[in-house]
DNA sequence: ATCGTTTATTGAACTAGTTTAAGGGTTTTG
DNA sequence: CAAAACCCTTAAACTAGTTCAATAAACGAT
């Protein structure tokens, strides 16, 4: 059942009684897409946070001379939306697209807002879960500046090998801020050696 | 006085009554750091969280070739701390350095859990500035991937002025992830134009 | 003031990554 | 199943940014 992923998923970050489980739960509903769909569009104001049940989901900004610039997947277990526009409510910057066929629990901005008067504990797990996004992002951008393209490749398999398989080169070329020819480059390269 | 600017900078969040306040800034206690100290180093465990009030500082990391790369610059009213060593009380992969004389608020790990117990509130307020966060590394994420480092160099210029002027070109090259040299380049092509 | 150290600038040679263009392969869609 | 659309690879020419080296300028400690 969906649920117990969501619910893992907040044990994760913080202890809760299975009443605050519950009543967390509550307020987030499924949601189906089709491959392809979009469930966001620059522009467009973010009116839920999404939990993955299934699938993948790419989150992306078009750039003024028409470069997509995939900013991260998020495949089963990862959160989606535009934080930014969830939280102020103002015009979103990024797309959020289906790349396969895909689930999610979903909550609306008001009901979030009830969940945290309902259950206050529920503070505290968000706090915990914003601030190890801050981590990685951090750790991300240094990366960026501290590896080669093809180091950032091979880090980029290695540690979503799964996510890794379901996307295409040029996916992949655009998450790490390179171009798909270069992608290739590095993939004939390393062919020989097993990497 | 020093708390106004924490309790200034609290109240750009959430809302909080003058108790709550009082019992938050209780917590935090000032420290004056000597320019060039570092509060901390690779490897330690970060025991505070801290609020400039007065003066900058770099947070950096050093890779394997000894290049130091500049995260972000703190100056006053910024936060300071190693978020992941702190939070998870690990040893850090960033230096904290002083580049100023300065000074700071600053709550120990054990207090802060305290505080979190004391004023519930408080988890709201660390999470929307968590979430805030979040969005700001987002944001500089994605204007490394879609801007030259020309348009970067101008856009740190323009976003933060002020501490343009309080550090060197050096340091800007390491913040945006290119060499000092590129940087002097850059700064002669636009000599003429008065930008 | 002065010595030593760090920083800024410049230029020449270099390289990691881009651009453009073309051909072949694979999905997707009717 | 065919057409269209998209994806992957390759190669040649290019360019944004680096490296190295040398000199001048600014800064900090005594």
Same mark, same amino acid.
């Given at each position: 059942?969906?649920?117990?992923?969501?619910?893992?998923?907040?044990?994760?970050?913080?202890?809760?009684?299975?009443?605050?489980?519950? !009543?967390?739960?509550?307020?987030?509903?499924?949601?189906?897409?089709?491959?392809?769909?979009?469930?966001?569009?620059?522009?467009?104001?973010?009116?839920?946070?999404?939990?993955?049940?299934?699938?993948?989901?790419?989150? !992306?900004?078009?750039?003024?001379?028409?470069?997509?610039?995939?900013?991260?997947?998020?495949?089963?277990?990862?959160?989606?939306?535009?934080?930014?526009?969830?939280?102020?409510?103002?015009? !979103?910057?990024?797309?959020?697209?289906?790349?396969?066929?895909?689930?999610?629990?979903?909550?609306?901005?008001?009901?979030?807002?009830?969940?945290?008067?309902?259950?206050?504990?529920?503070?505290?797990?968000?706090?915990?879960?914003?601030?190890?996004?801050?981590?990685?992002?951090?750790?991300?951008?240094?990366?960026?500046?501290?590896?080669?393209?093809?180091?950032?490749?091979?880090?980029?398999?290695?540690?979503?090998?799964?996510? !890794?398989?379901?996307?295409?080169?040029?996916?992949?070329?655009?998450?790490?801020?390179?171009?798909?020819?270069?992608?290739?480059?590095?993939?004939?390269?390393?062919?020989?050696?097993?990497?």
């Amino acid at each position: 059942m969906s649920f117990n992923l969501l619910k893992a998923n907040f044990l994760k970050h913080t202890s809760l009684t299975d009443d605050e489980l519950n !009543s967390i739960n509550h307020y987030y509903e499924e949601r189906q897409v089709d491959k392809g769909e979009y469930i966001l569009r620059q522009g467009d104001i973010c009116r839920f946070e999404g939990f993955v049940t299934k699938g993948c989901f790419e989150i !992306s900004t078009t750039d003024s001379q028409g470069n997509e610039r995939i900013l991260y997947f998020a495949a089963q277990d990862w959160w989606v939306m535009e934080i930014d526009s969830f939280i102020s409510q103002t015009s !979103s910057e990024l797309d959020i697209k289906a790349i396969e066929p895909s689930r999610l629990l979903v909550i609306t901005k008001t009901d979030k807002e009830k969940l945290y008067q309902e259950v206050p504990k529920a503070e505290r797990l968000f706090r915990v879960m914003s601030q190890r996004a801050v981590v990685a992002w951090q750790r991300r951008l240094i990366r960026n500046h501290t590896m080669t393209a093809e180091e950032r490749y091979f880090h980029f398999l290695k540690t979503y090998p799964e996510i !890794s398989q379901r996307i295409t080169n040029k996916q992949i070329a655009s998450y790490l801020g390179i171009t798909q020819e270069f992608v290739s480059k590095i993939r004939k390269k390393n062919l020989s050696r097993g990497k």
